[in-house]
């Protein structure tokens, strides 16, 4: 059964970092497309990031382009989801997803201002 496990959420000021992981278990991670989305109870879920199975296309949102990276190991079975300049409207639940059809359970992103 496969299964991804998010990590590296945290509190953060606005302006800082963090990097966030997203390891796969249970599977081979490199036949799937990854996803970042991110969850918050005002907005529901919203689209952060996507990378295919080889890495060489990646897609942003808007609101993170030019401050987040999308980067995959595949050798390592993990997805990451580096996180620059943040801004308190960065704060949610972030979640991976294989293909939009497996999902890990999230992990918590405050930014404080």
């Known amino acids: 059964q496969v299964k991804l496990v998010e990590s590296g959420g945290g509190l953060a000021q606005a302006g800082g970092s963090l990097r966030l992981s997203c390891a796969v278990s249970?599977?081979?991670?490199?036949?799937?497309?990854m996803l970042w989305f991110r969850q918050t109870p005002g907005k529901g879920r919203e689209f952060v990031a996507r990378i295919t199975e080889s890495g060489r296309t990646k897609l942003y949102a808007d609101s993170v382009k030019g401050r987040f990276t999308i980067s995959r190991d595949n050798a390592a079975n993990t997805v990451y989801l580096e996180m620059n300049n943040l801004k308190p409207e960065d704060t949610a639940v972030y979640l991976c997803?294989?293909?939009?059809?497996?999902w890990g359970q999230g992990t918590q992103v405050t930014v404080s201002s």
């Open positions: 249970g599977g081979t991670l490199t036949i799937y497309t």
């Open positions: 997803t294989a293909d939009q059809r497996l």
